[in-house]
């Protein structure tokens, strides 16, 4: 069974600039989640979807970040424009039921922004 | 406000012996917590669970033990092995809808542990 997929790996940028993730969970994962983990830290949700809805956003800083999730499958994340403390790994993660009793989640992707 | 604690950012422990892992929560509507383990460049791999009707949940060489009185979990490994070495995550999720997701994950800061041959 193929796991979560993310892409990219590693993102450098600017700040003010804009980025975006990619997230291809687990086939038949109703639930998707993007976390962010600063350095030193575990993981903090930004937001949870079960298929295409929103069912928590209340962590997602909305003047800066959005996520969609297309078709209730794959999701992106994306940053405009990105902070200096916007630094961190992004992981997502999906799960087949709300209750996130065991979520798989994906390699991340390492942003730095400069 | 950090509702899931790791007071210990690292240990050390000799191959064979056991390791404990700590973990203390102050919500008490936590009522399902879960231990994932992290290797560098890797994202969380999920390795037990035990919901708050249990106070012991085993798998293989990983014990989890609850204490719902003390607001307290610890995961047990035995015997340790070298390939155990990662960065220990401690997350609670309260199943019952409260103030937010069901089902989110709060996560501690994460325990790194290293198994030494």
């Known amino acids: 069974e193929a796991g979560v997929a993310q892409s990219p790996r590693y993102k450098i940028i600017e700040k003010r600039q804009s980025v975006a993730f990619w997230c291809n969970p687990i086939s038949g994962h109703a639930t998707l989640y993007w976390y962010q983990q600063i350095l030193g830290q575990g993981p903090k949700l930004l937001i949870q979807?079960?298929?295409?809805?929103?069912?928590?956003d209340s962590q997602l800083p909305k003047d800066r970040f959005s996520a969609e999730r297309l078709k209730g499958v794959d999701s992106t994340l994306k940053i405009q424009p990105a902070k200096l403390e916007d630094s961190a790994v992004y992981l997502c993660?999906?799960?087949?039921?709300?209750?996130?009793?065991?979520?798989?989640f994906g390699q991340g992707t390492r942003l730095t922004v400069v | 406000d950090q509702q899931v604690k790791q007071n210990s950012p690292s240990l050390s422990v000799q191959e064979g012996r056991i390791s404990i892992l700590n973990c203390d929560y102050t919500n008490s509507m936590f009522d399902y917590f879960l231990w994932y383990k992290k290797y560098p460049a890797e994202g969380p791999t999920f390795l037990i669970s035990i919901s708050s009707i249990k106070d012991k949940n085993e798998d293989g060489r990983f014990t989890v033990f609850l204490n719902k009185s003390a607001k307290h979990l610890s995961l047990h490994i035995v015997p340790s092995q070298p390939g155990d070495s990662a960065v220990y995550f401690c997350?609670?999720?309260?199943?019952?809808?409260?103030?937010?997701?069901?089902?989110?994950?709060?996560f501690g800061k994460g325990t790194k542990l290293s198994v030494k041959p």
């Open positions: 997350a609670a999720s309260a199943i019952r809808n409260y103030g937010g997701s069901q089902g989110n994950l709060i």
């Open positions: 979807f079960q298929n295409n809805g929103v069912v928590d």
């Open positions: 993660a999906s799960s087949l039921i709300t209750l996130n009793t065991e979520a798989f």
